[in-house]
Nanobody, 119 residues
């Protein structure tokens, strides 16, 4: 069982920045993929950015050039740097990791952290 604990959300003005952190209880070397998702009120959860075990990163079109996913392997922390934030970025942001084990994909989610972009 992998535990995920997010932090770093809050209220920010349009154009501002935030950095989200996700502490992962497992070694990154045991993970297949790490990602950030978000869910705005009344909308479905959507992918923001994904890092697939050294095989590259992908970003949603709506955050390209503004957000960056990264990892601190010394601390087992997944990060999301968010710049040039817009009101449409307001959502609960979720950390996600998965593992491949005996042909199965095991998925884990954090509890979510609220990001509100408003003046």
């Amino acid at each position: 069982q992998v535990q995920l604990v997010e932090s770093g959300g809050g209220l920010v003005q349009p154009g501002g920045s935030l950095r989200l952190s996700c502490e992962v209880s497992a070694s990154f070397f045991s993970l297949n993929a790490m990602a950030w998702y978000r869910q705005a009120p009344g909308k479905e959860r959507e992918l923001v950015a994904k890092d697939i075990a050294g095989r590259g990163t992908t970003y949603a079109e709506f955050v390209k050039g503004r957000f960056a996913i990264s990892t601190d392997t010394t601390k087992n922390v997944l990060l999301l740097q968010m710049n040039s934030l817009e009101p449409d970025d307001t959502a609960v942001y979720y950390c996600y990791v998965d593992q491949l084990y005996l042909g199965r994909q095991l998925t884990y989610w954090g509890q979510g952290t609220q990001v509100t972009v408003s003046s």
